[in-house]
């Protein structure tokens, strides 16, 4: 597989997104150009793109590695309306997806195991480590965007576009783990940590695997959702120590989904001996978590993370989804709710993903 990086040269096209400028984080609209659509390329009109809390790390530089300007947005559904020349997988008018990388070196290990997105060259939807020799990417909040038929999933025409864009990051990060560490099993006990756009997908995706379901959250007004909407079977509250210490070695796996600096030891307490705590948040790289290790020792337990799946993954999660009807459960926003979205999800105000209605919406409004 070839390359997908593009030359500076290469005849461009007019685009409008929202970007921030600067760590405060706010979003405003952006002129910007793409690449006119390429050989190997298709073009989507975007119609939906859902809000990930890494989005919000990164407008507001959270991890050290925004370059500004920058128009976030990797959970994008849109229509295709242009196909490149060596395209067959699309047409125009098919709903396409795009997740969060759209090119990679495609020779290294990881590409050649169909796990693109750990390849040490992915270059991301939105550029997150800027070379000098690879273009800026500029993500989903914007009109449209020309990718590389490969980066490109086929949405399932069962599911709805705009409770489907999250499937794109969320569901594949949560759906993609699972299945490597054994959590997707019938029978098995997994806990959910943090029930917002990534654990209550995981909570859904583990009931269509037919598991125990507990879901661990510092919110108890989640409680009666998590069980009656997603079908959790049980609910604790993680600052509840009594609660805790009940269910300490119950659980097979953890998926933890926290946004935020957590104490992860409680956690270990309540796996089984050989258990997994799957890491999938990314909070602050400058407080790492504290660990206790005797836990670990003593149960032969596993501490592990995992970022988004490949891409053979991502179309398989896709079709599961929409055989099975899952969806992320979604509250649709015009564009220019954006900044006001960004500060409700920061505060957890949210169930449990916003997803911004760009086709209607994008260019209508001001900053
Ligand atoms: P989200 O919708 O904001 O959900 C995060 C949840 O974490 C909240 O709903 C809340 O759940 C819990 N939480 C928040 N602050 C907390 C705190 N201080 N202590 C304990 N729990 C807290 O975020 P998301 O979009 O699901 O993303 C979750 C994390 O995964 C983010 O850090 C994001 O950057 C990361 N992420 C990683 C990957 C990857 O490749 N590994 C991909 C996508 C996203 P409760 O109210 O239930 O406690
Ligand atoms: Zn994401």
Known sequence: MAAVAIQEHEPTQKALGWAARDDSGI?????????????????????????????????????????????????????????????????VGDKAGVGTIVGTCGACPDCQDDLEIYCPKASHTYTLFPTSDQPKNYGGFSDIMVVNHRFALRFPDALPPEGGAP??????????????????????????????????????????????????????????????????????????????????GTLDGIIDTVSAPHSINPLVDLLKRDGKLILLGAPDLERPPELQVFPLIMGRKMIAGSAAGGLKETQEMLDFAGEHNITAAVELIPMDYVNTAMARLEKGQVRYRFVIDVANTLGFGSA
Do not use: W
């Open 27 to 91: 979003l405003s609209p952006f002129h910007f150009t793409r690449r006119v659509n390429g050989e190997n390329d298709i073009t989507l009109k975007i119609l939906y793109c859902g809000i990930c809390h890494s989005d919000l790390h990164m407008i507001k530089n959270e991890v050290g590695l925004t370059s500004y300007p920058i128009v976030p947005g990797h959970e994008i559904v849109g229509v295709v309306t242009q196909v490149g020349s060596k395209v067959n997988k699309f047409k």
């Open 167 to 248: 499937l794109l990051c969320a569901g594949i990060t949560v759906y993609s783990p699972m299945k490597y560490f054994g959590l997707s099993e019938a029978g098995k006990h997994v806990g959910v940590v943090g029930l917002g756009g990534l654990g209550h997908l995981a909570v859904k995706f583990a009931k269509a695997f037919q598991m125990k379901v507990t879901v661990i959250s510092t919110s108890p007004g989640k409680k009666e959702e998590a069980i009656r909407l997603l079908g959790s079977d049980s609910f604790l509250v993680s600052k509840d120590s009594d609660q805790m210490k009940a269910a300490m």
